[in-house]
């Protein structure tokens, strides 16, 4: 499953679930319909509800970097889980686009504002 969210020159994508050979082709095409739309700087790319991930995720991330780099963009991938971050790395995805855990200063205001308030909404206790 993947959301998108474009304001102020950037575009989320927020992946979730597993991102194998199937899942990948609809998250390339919905990502791609939206940076042939919006026409972004920056594509975050949010892995932090990744839960299986196998080669395709890799190939999703290259793909969205050359279609970025043809547009003077840069891809960042986001929160990865740690398995994740460490077959990213091994493949040299890091190399070409950055890998951080923290979307602070990487997303419009109001997006981040957002996502925390999901996060304490999504953490905080359930009260009957």
């Known amino acids: ?20 050979h199937h899942t990948a082709r609809l998250m390339r095409t ?6 042939a739309e919006k026409h972004p700087r920056r594509l975050v790319i949010d ?5 299986f991930m196998d080669s395709s995720g ?4 290259m793909g969205r970097y050359r279609i970025m ?5 840069e891809v960042i991938v986001a929160r990865p889980p740690a398995y994740i971050k460490k077959v990213l790395r091994l493949a040299g995805v890091d190399r ?6 923290d979307l602070r200063g990487l997303i419009p205001k109001d997006i981040f504002k ?3 308030a999901e996060k304490i909404e999504q953490t905080a206790p359930q009260t009957t």
């Open 1 to 20: 499953m993947i959301k998108i969210l474009t304001t102020g020159g950037v575009t989320l994508a927020e992946l979730s679930g597993d991102l194998d």
């Open 30 to 35: 919905d990502i791609d319909r939206e940076l």
């Open 47 to 51: 892995f932090s509800s990744v839960t």
């Open 58 to 61: 890799i190939g999703l991330i």
């Open 69 to 73: 780099n043809e547009q003077d963009g």
């Open 96 to 101: 070409l686009a950055p890998i951080t855990d």
């Open 114 to 116: 957002e996502k925390e």
